[in-house]
């Protein structure tokens, strides 16, 4: 039984079709990665999941259906979606940020803990809690955007390009930071990535999208050794 | 000798007349704290603001008057009461329009003007009434200045009305969840906030807030359902002098008119008739050259 469901899921603009029939699944405890162009229809489906998009067809959650609730019903059932553009509070304080992650939370002690481990993540943040997030570098804003989603102890975590716009060792460093998540915090993650290398190497399971359909699927070492896939995103 | 003891006389005014700036200043700082908080949730003014307090005045005046309740507990079964018709009227009223232009929330909130200055003339008349107040009329003298229970009152009042709001923006977790709403309602949503009900909050705060700025005026004034029409516009004045989205702004915008209303009466003849004028004047002013207001926000984003 796969934690998330989607079952040919479309989703429009307006007039403009993002989405044609999706269809795909993400086992408890993976990650998995959607690969494609721009346009192709990867936020948009992490806009699906989380709601923020009207979409037709199936989405189940935990084996219940999500389909065309709240985003704010979403992320209180356990889904946390770290949208493009990181969706920094700018104005807030690094502190006010990770608050508002937990800010649905009433286990004061549990919070507590939860920080420290962040802060164990990522070291530099304990030292600049009362910055205001705006100050922050490209890196630090990624990272503190990653740290606000696990301050809601999510079940799946839906993760818009962590890479864009960042230096490679500030991205390798995010990348580690992901699988680590993953694999002590058992959150299942669906990353979304332009960096196909990257992506593949980190995901036991890849989707490519294409103009809005799911082209090729496999697992990340298939995805590599697939000669359409290594031409279109790897570029070798 | 006589012009010593006429120095000392028009120090002595002098000081009266800031105490009274700064206490009518409170009452102006309340009902503009109450108008931003409404303006940073949706950008638009409630122009309806003043006449919500002048209703739930009136509801405290039935309390008192009518059910011989003692005012301290009126003062607070108001403004609990205060809060849920904010929250009443924004879910009832202001959510169908929402996501509606300004320009259509705007119109919204002077039909709501109209409708509760016509609840209040149908309910209690248009009848002039007088509003007691707890606090004796006989001036408290401190050296030679003599300062009123009134103005200090409102001082006390208003000062522990600004720090509650404060305290609760800052130091709470709801207090934080609206204000994320109020600046990032899509972030906040993927957050799990459920941004609409904190924004049925904000009316409900500022409501509340307005409840006692109402409750504070209407011993000094009369109470009639036109009560609080130009001291809202005082409001707005603070609240524009301010800046209209940062609470700050609203209390030191409200105490600068209160001060400057103050001395401008008393030092400029026949100025006193020309108060209403004199808000416009700011405002007018203050959106030509300095359209953000003093405090208001100053976009810190980095791209």
Known sequence: MPLLELENVTASYGAVKALHDISLNVAEGSVVAMLGANGAGKTTTLRAISGTVKVVGSIRFDDRPITGLAPEEVARRGIAHVPEGRGILAQMTVLENLQMGACLRRDRAGIKADLDRIFGYFPWMSGRTGSTAALLSGGEQQMLALARALMMKPRLLLLDEPSLGLAPTVVRSIFDIIARINREEGVTILLVEQNAKLALRAAKHAYVLEVGEIAVSGSGQELVRNESVRKSYLGY | ?303
């Not at chain 2, 003298?141 to 709001?165: M, N, P």
């Not at chain 2, 209390?251 to 808000?279: K, Q």
């Open chain 2, 1 to 303: 000798m006589a012009t010593e003891l006429f120095l000392a006389a028009s120090f002595q005014g002098l000081i009266q007349q800031l105490v009274f700036g700064i206490a009518t200043g409170g009452l102006f700082a309340s009902l503009a704290l109450a108008l931003v908080l409404i303006y940073r949730a949706m950008e638009t003014l409630n122009f309806a603001q003043g006449e919500m307090a002048t209703f739930t005045t009136f509801i405290a005046f039935t309390l008192l008057t009518s059910l011989h309740l003692p005012y301290w507990l009126v003062f607070p079964v108001t403004v609990a009461l205060a809060i849920v018709l904010g929250v009443l009227v924004e879910r009832v009223i202001i959510r169908p329009v929402e996501r509606a232009p300004v320009l259509t929330l705007v119109l919204v909130t002077i039909g709501l003007f109209g409708i509760f200055n016509g609840l209040m003339g149908i309910i209690w008349g248009y009848v002039v009434r007088p509003f007691p107040s707890p606090l004796p009329t006989t001036p408290i003298l401190l050296g030679g200045v003599g300062i009123s229970y009134q103005d200090v009152g409102l001082i006390a009042v208003s000062t522990v009305v600004l720090v509650l709001v404060w305290l609760f923006f800052t130091r709470t977790r709801v207090g934080l969840m609206m204000r994320a709403s109020a600046l990032y309602p899509e972030v906040s949503r993927l957050l799990g906030v459920r941004v609409g009900w904190m924004l049925a909050l904000g009316w409900g705060l500022a409501a509340g807030v307005g409840a006692v700025s109402g409750m504070l005026v209407a011993p000094i004034e009369v109470l009639d359902p036109n009560m609080m029409q130009s001291i809202l516009l005082y409001a707005f004045t603070a609240a524009v002098l301010g800046g209209l989205d940062s609470p700050v702004g609203a209390v030191v915008g409200g105490l600068a008119v209160g001060v400057i209303l103050a001395l401008v009466g008393t030092y400029i003849p026949g100025a006193g008739e020309l108060r209403v004028a004199f808000g416009f004047l700011v405002i007018i002013l203050v959106l030509v050259f300095k359209p953000g207001g003093f405090f208001g926000r100053v976009q810190v984003e980095r791209v």
